[in-house]
């Protein structure tokens, strides 16, 4: 039967992974050093756009004109400053027109125009001390960051009687591929010595501590070599460094938390290492491995979006949650193996006791200690957690966890209304949501094309950077050109028209709009140059036009991505618990967790409240792919937690059938697990939201929130109280699921689950039923 070969697969798996464990390690050095290899110099091959859809009408527009009218879609710019003399000056338009016509002779620079050359107001300031040199770098965004290096410095700087500055898209993404990278460097020196301290508090000991370390860093250097590969055949972005390092240490280090204590349970209760190595793949290994694939679907679901900056995050993602699972459970098995009960040697608290007395002999007592008592009788929270509240002493457990696992059963309907409540009121922001574009105000207000671009909104006439440009493809007289100019020009919104510009069959019209450069009103009026007929094929792009299309298309994939991230958590909760209710219960809890996330976003980035501690630049909008981030990722490391609870959960209802003490049991011997666990990913997601990067800092700092939300509050709190009111009817599922479950479920128990008809009532239970009777 399946159900009988699941432990002597798991033994196979046991005896594969300790048979030689020095040979397994010295196999992950050897991979680990050809991932450093291999993933050396990943960063410089990445690029840092991909907000735009590529199927969108503005997209095939854009390479359109950048092949026909190169001017018409420059990426960089040069902003020439006077001084406080006009840039009509002689002296200065001499200076200018030398520094246009070098320009124009660089290799690899297209479209080269100024405001010299044309006059035109668009390209001067309206005080008259500043005015524009327009051009195209040509290539991909690898060979334009090259050609930007190059002709930068040379351009930068004072020059006769002018000071110039270098901005424009091209200048805008190269700076943020280059902050990116430096604070990502800042985050991990912040984040592994922290973590480090984190995980000596919880484990005690030095060598124990280690482990979660070595784990994730195997992971963020395979995946760094995976991205490396990926980029031979299509785009990543370079902001999928920050998910790899974030995940590759938060999920390692939870995976060998759960591993490590476990296995330190087994010893504790005389078990030989090569035994207590099997018996926790058998319970942790599983768990690990359900967690693995539910968060690793997670983060695939953002692979229906066209959207190569949200693709790059699955690519990340999946890969450094399969080697972060394949690590824990290959590695660190094989390391458990050799040390033994040396695992537990370099026990640093020693230190801290000597100078803490009681305070720390408490700290020790609350941490649940595995080494002193056998495996499920002595598990509480971690010392990270020691601020967690605690109620009355319970008979059942003298730990902390025990009496705060003991106050939410008590008090189940308050905690489950007062949770529910608060966090809906965290998400209301969330309602009034903008959607718009990343800019040059991603940067830090010191950045140079930061600045240009600043320089360009605050002292140009109309909307620069926010023009709309209509292509016109297909034969065409100059009457039928002149009449559709006219009724564009009639159309709400429009300011003025320019154009057409010809050459051959195809033309194009520069439309600019009355109000914000991506604003309701111009995205309207987007949506209204599309559908007025014409006597020849039309496209419009320009900024508007591309947050345009890429809103319908996450708009459109969106129901698939919920869809397919729903549909697999439901069916492997199921296979973890047999229970129909209990997925259906984690999927609604996991979303629900989510909206404190979701409101202090709003509030905080798009509102710009906390602008100035944060230090960044409030655009009144939120990109738009943002929130598909972070709701997947959110949601991935939500289920994370909520298979730690639910499979030890799981193994004590298995082993008792009463639904009330198995509730109670696994608050108890994970809260302080999954509370520690949290505060270290969420210290690695603080260190990542230090960065100088808006759309970074606003990711690093909501998934940190997120986490710590759903460990503290709904994992400790809603959870448990909602399994508490609705009773042994949480294990309930037909009777078809339950042969279904007991052929191909798995769980950490190795008993098989009680059916719901069969589980003996609790204490509570009988009590009620008497008094009731």
Known sequence: MPEANGPQRLGGWTRFVTARPRLALFAALV???????????VADRLGSGGW??????????????????????????????????????PAVAAAATRLTERLAAEEGITGVGSYWQSTSPALRAEDGREALIAARIEGDERAMGEVLDRIAPVYRGTHGPVQVSVGGPVAVRHQMQTIIQEDLLRAELIALPVTLVLLIMVFGSAVAALLPLGVGIVAILGTNAVLRGITEFTDVSVFALNLTTALGLGLAIDYALF???????????????????????????????????TVAVSLAAMLVFP????????????????????????????????????????????????????????SEEDSGDPRRGRPGEQAAPSATASSTPTASA?????????????????????????????????????????????????LPATAESHIVQQHIRDGFPGSPGGGLEVLVEGPATQTQYAEYRNRIAGLPGVQRVDGPITAGRFAYYNVQPEGESVGEGTQQLVRDLRAEPAPFDTSVTGTAAVLVDSKHAIAERLPWAVGIIVVVTL??????????????????????????????VVWVFQDGHLSGPLSFTSTGDIETTLPVLMFCVAFGLSMDYGVFLLSRIKEEYDRTGDHERSVSFGLRHTGGLITAAAVIL???????????????????????????????????????????????????????????????????????PVPAEEIPASAPERERATSGA
């Open 31 to 41: 991979i680990t050093a050809l991932a450093v290899f291999v993933g050396s110099g």
């Open 52 to 89: 735009e859809a590529p199927d969108g009408q503005s997209t095939y527009a854009t390479k359109v004109l950048e092949r026909e009218f190169p001017a018409s879609q420059p990426n960089l710019l040069l902003l020439v400053d006077s001084g406080t003399t006009s840039v009509d000056d």
């Open 259 to 293: 591993i490590v204590r476990r296995f330190r349970e087994e010893l504790a209760a005389g078990a030989a290492p090569r035994s207590a190595v099997g018996a926790t793949l058998r319970t942790a290994g599983r768990t690990v491995l359900f967690s693995a694939l």
């Open 307 to 362: 959207q190569y900056f949200l693709r790059s995050f699955a690519y990340a993602g999946i890969a450094v949650v399969l080697l972060a699972a394949a690590a824990a459970l290959i590695l660190l098995p094989a390391a458990l193996m050799l040390l033994g009960p040396r695992v537990d040697a370099l026990d640093l608290r020693r230190l801290l006791r000597r100078g803490g007395g009681r305070v720390h002999a408490r």
């Open 394 to 442: 319970s008979a059942e457990s003298g730990s902390g966890w025990g009496r705060f696992a003991a106050l939410v059963m008590r008090r189940a309907p308050v905690f489950a209304l007062v949770t529910t409540v608060g966090l809906v009121l965290l998400g209301l922001p969330f309602l009034g949501v903008k959607f718009g574009t990343a800019d040059d105000r991603q």
């Open 571 to 600: 069916l492997l909760v199921f296979l973890l618990t047999g229970s129909v209710l209990i997925p259906l219960q984690a999927v609604v809890l996991n979303a629900l967790s989510l909206t404190a996330m979701f409101g202090a």
């Open 682 to 752: 969420a210290v690695v997601m603080v260190a990542i939201g230090t960065s100088r990067v808006t759309n970074t800092k606003m990711l690093g700092l909501g998934i940190a929130l997120a986490v710590l939300m759903d460990a503290m509050v709904v994992r400790s709190l809603l959870v448990p109280s909602v399994m508490k009111l609705m009773g042994k009817v949480t294990w309930w599922a037909p009777a078809p699921l339950r042969t279904l479950h007991r052929r191909f479920g798995l769980s950490e128990g190795g008993s098989a």
